[in-house]
């Protein structure tokens, strides 16, 4: 599956945002998918999981009633709502598909499939 980002670009501190992640290719991989960000220097860390089918959902404590994650399963289409975004929040943004089905990772390495990523720069 082909995952493409956008979305993304300068918000300021306490702004909104909304991230983008477009699936093609296998499109009837019905998998899990997550968001991901890399700030330079560190490790690609968890943001946010959904489910395909459902709304189940989960987040990482930094994100935690701030960021929604959510999709349209018609237009196989992923999205993140970032609200209230802090200048920690700065990276690179990344969406994957999971590699086991609807198990929603919290680790990079159960995605097998990225997109290219999207800058998201918060400034204070």
């Known amino acids: 599956v082909q995952l493409v980002e956008s979305g993304g670009g300068l918000v300021q501190a306490g702004g909104s945002l909304r991230l983008s992640c477009a699936a093609s290719?296998?499109?009837?991989?019905?998998?899990?998918r997550g968001w991901f960000r890399q700030a330079p220097g560190k490790e690609r860390e968890f943001v946010a999981a959904?489910?395909?089918?459902?709304?189940?959902?989960r987040y990482a404590d930094s994100v935690k009633g701030r960021f929604t994650i959510s999709k349209d399963n018609a237009k196989v289409t992923m999205y993140l709502e970032m609200n209230s975004p802090k200048p920690e929040d700065t990276a690179v943004y990344y969406c994957?598909?999971?590699?086991?089905?609807?198990?929603?990772?919290?680790?990079?390495?159960?995605?097998?499939?990225w997109g290219q990523g999207t800058q998201v720069t918060v400034s204070s």
């Open positions: 994957g598909a999971s590699g086991g089905g609807e198990n929603m990772y919290d680790t990079a390495e159960g995605y097998t499939d």
């Open positions: 959904i489910a395909w089918f459902g709304t189940t959902a």
């Open positions: 290719g296998e499109t009837v991989r019905t998998y899990a």
